[in-house]
């Protein structure tokens, strides 16, 4: 059974920089489509950030700049440093993994979520 388990949230002062962590079993990361999302109260669920299987990355407008993607498929790991961090990128992050045959999405997993809380 895969599962993807996130980590590395917590309370960070605005400004400051956390790094998330995400790992997988039953899973070959190098075949997926790996991304950040996350859901704040009150908002839709959004993508932060997608690392592609080919290698591309797209960030969402607000971190561009401030989150970075990385991948590790050696050891099945993905990562989000996120730098410069301001209340608004206050929520749950969510790592996910996706897999495409033929533009058919053929598998969607998800890992349980870490929170960020940016405060003072």
């Known amino acids: 059974q895969v599962q993807l388990v996130d980590s590395g949230g917590g309370l960070v002062q605005p400004g400051g920089s956390l790094r998330l962590s995400c790992t997988g079993s039953?899973?070959?990361?190098?075949?997926?489509?790996m991304a950040w999302y996350r859901q704040a109260p009150g908002k839709q669920h959004e993508r932060v950030a997608l690392?592609?299987?080919?290698?591309?990355?797209i960030y969402e407008d607000t971190v561009k700049g401030r989150f970075t993607i990385s991948r590790d498929n050696t050891n099945n790991m993905i990562y989000l440093q996120m730098n410069a961090l301001t209340p608004e990128d206050t929520a749950v992050y969510f790592c996910n993994a996706k897999r495409w045959t033929y533009r058919t999405l053929r598998d969607n997993y998800w890992g349980q979520g870490t929170q960020v809380t940016v405060s003072s």
């Open positions: 039953e899973i070959i990361f190098s075949a997926y489509d």
């Open positions: 690392f592609t299987a080919g290698g591309t990355t």
